[in-house]
């Protein structure tokens, strides 16, 4: 299976921003549909944003569209998740996935904490 290794988690201020990392191995990474998610404490793990194979196409959760853009780099496998204008609501802990077009397989990392001062 792939392996999903997050970076870049940790305080910061309301308003400020902060880029989280995903590093794959172990897969063919242009074969990945990739995505973040996240869970804050008392509540079910929710969609934030995701990027198609070539990454021609992007999604996002309307509570994040336009303070938050994810990239990918396939010749690094790696994904990012660039994050501005942060929230308090946005605490939680934020996941990458990779869901392989070919099998429909999904894979997650151990996650990283984000938490947003008021």
């Known amino acids: 299976q792939v392996q999903l290794v997050e970076s870049g988690g940790g305080l910061v201020q309301a308003g400020g921003s902060l880029r989280l990392s995903c590093a794959a191995s172990?897969?063919?990474?242009?074969?990945?549909?990739m995505g973040w998610f996240r869970q804050a404490p008392g509540k079910e793990r929710e969609f934030v944003a995701a990027i198609s194979r070539a990454g021609a196409y992007t999604d996002y959760a309307d509570s994040v569209k336009g303070r938050f853009t994810i990239s990918r780099d396939n010749a690094k496998n790696t994904v990012d998740l660039q994050m501005n204008s942060l929230k308090p609501e946005d605490t939680a802990v934020y996941y990458c996935?990779?869901?392989?077009?070919?099998?429909?397989?999904?894979?997650w990392g151990q996650g990283t904490q984000v938490t947003v001062s008021s």
């Open positions: 996935n990779a869901r392989n077009e070919l099998t429909n397989y999904n894979f």
């Open positions: 172990g897969g063919t990474f242009d074969n990945y549909r």
